[in-house]
């Protein structure tokens, strides 16, 4: 048996080791926000990697947005060196996940496995792919212990809430230069046969208009910022949305409705502030002399950031021209310019072999709907041969019975594996 179909084997004889890491990584809910148990899932796969042979560092994020005492915002990094100069490939995952909500029929947290399928919050994004990463390195290095150059696995915190108390800290302390690492897979539940290129743009700000408070039987002697802020709402409906629904991208964007901008309203607050839940008393009649909305605009790699941000500006500008005493701020939140991989990057290529090997397929090119830490390994980082690969199905991401496949865990295992054996072997 040839080097790589033994690999392919001893991947496929650890899938009930697959599947007992996932279950454990799911069981430890890191929830975020707020950001609970990063220091126990990092204490616990700094055991597992200590064990085959890895050094490991934990570094919180200290001062990065979200971290504090009570939620210190923690990270692995560990890192196996070959028996030879070489270059490094690095499996990234994020290790928090989103809140339950509702709708479940299982537990969220118990890993369940039903069906082939192994439920939970976190199971398809991404500790599956979390799990998968590490059970093809353990492979691999014990199929090929005279591999050249290095392999690191690290989960990060944050991803879910922009990444800035994960990858974007490690790679500002230079976790992702050029220099260490070489090749990047972020696994990602993007569908095993697919990889992932980057992602669109995005554009988070906050609206604010002003009004007068008075009180609410006599709105005539004050000034409604609620009513000023559904103007800016029906000037949006009448010609913004329609007019990102006409620009659409070359970019390989799934699903099909996100290859054109898209504009999406976070929130809408006006007026005094919401009680308790257990406050039983009626609010009190005032006019809301502020209302605060959030967008997210996401955006093409053919836009300009300067662009997008105008387009609000105009919106602004249209609704002053009309309204009387219209007055509003506008506060930026968040920026992402879009990123995307070149297909001739090696790591694409190595990837795209390997699910021509595993699959008997060529693979399919997406990119992102949504951000992800490519953003700051390209950006921050300055490293460009980075992709997104990993088992799972993206449309599961972040619903109620989240599920991940399997086989589709030990298929993207021996996809990493060969493409470890490409790079490195």
Not at 88 to 98: K, W
Not at 379 to 392: F, M, Q, S, T, V
Request: net charge negative; aromatic share 6%.
């Amino acid at each position: 048996m040839d080097i790589a179909n033994k690999l392919m084997s001893e991947i496929a004889t650890r899938r009930d080791d697959l599947v007992e890491l996932t279950q454990e990584l799911i069981r430890i809910p890191t929830l975020n926000p707020p950001g609970e148990f990063y220091r126990d899932i990092c204490d616990f796969l700094d055991r597992r990697l200590v064990r085959h042979g890895f050094n490991t560092e934990l570094i919180r994020a200290e001062g990065a947005p979200g971290d504090s005492d009570k939620y210190p915002r923690w990270n692995i990094v560990a890192r196996r060196e070959g028996n030879a100069p070489g270059e490094c490939v690095h499996f990234n995952s994020h290790i928090d996940v989103v809140e339950v909500g509702r709708g479940w029929t299982t537990d969220p947290f118990a890993g369940e496995v039903i069906d082939g399928k192994i439920y939970g919050r976190g199971a398809c994004d991404m500790k599956g792919g979390l799990a998968a990463s590490i059970i093809a390195a353990e492979a691999f290095i014990d199929t090929c212990p005279e591999f050249r150059g290095a392999i690191e696995i690290s989960g990060t915190a944050d991803e879910e809430s922009g990444g800035f108390g994960g990858v974007a800290y490690l790679a500002e302390k230079g976790f992702f230069s050029p220099e260490r690492v070489q090749h990047v897979i972020i696994p990602e539940p993007l569908n095993k046969d697919r990889i992932c290129l980057g992602h669109r743009g995005v554009w988070w700000a906050e609206i604010e208009t002003h009004g007068e408070i008075a009180h609410g039987s006599m709105p005539f002697l004050g000034d409604c910022a609620v009513r000023h802020m559904g103007a800016v709402v029906a000037e949006m409906e009448d010609s913004l949305f329609p007019a990102l629904a006409q620009k659409r991208t070359d970019m390989p964007v799934v699903p099909d409705g996100a290859k054109q901008s898209t504009l999406n309203i976070n929130s809408i607050h006006g007026g005094e502030a919401e009680q308790d839940p257990d406050y039983t008393g009626l609010p009190s009649p005032c006019v809301p002399d502020s209302c605060r909305m959030v967008i997210d605009r996401r955006f093409l790699i053919e836009e300009d950031i300067d662009e997008v941000q105008e387009e609000i500006f105009n919106v602004l500008k249209s609704v002053e021209e009309q309204r009387e005493n219209f007055r509003y701020d506008v506060r930026e939140i968040q920026r992402v310019l879009p990123s995307m991989t070149e297909k001739s990057a090696p790591v694409v290529q190595s990837v795209a072999r390997a699910i021509g090997d595993v699959m008997g397929k060529d693979p399919d090119y997406v990119v992102s709907p949504g951000t992800y830490d490519q953003k700051h390994i390209d950006r921050i980082g300055k490293l460009k041969n980075c992709i997104a690969y990993g088992p799972g199905i993206l449309d599961l991401a972040h619903k109620p019975d989240e599920y991940v496949g399997i086989d589709d865990m030990v298929e993207s295992a021996q996809v990493m594996g060969r493409s470890l054996l490409d790079l490195l072997g």
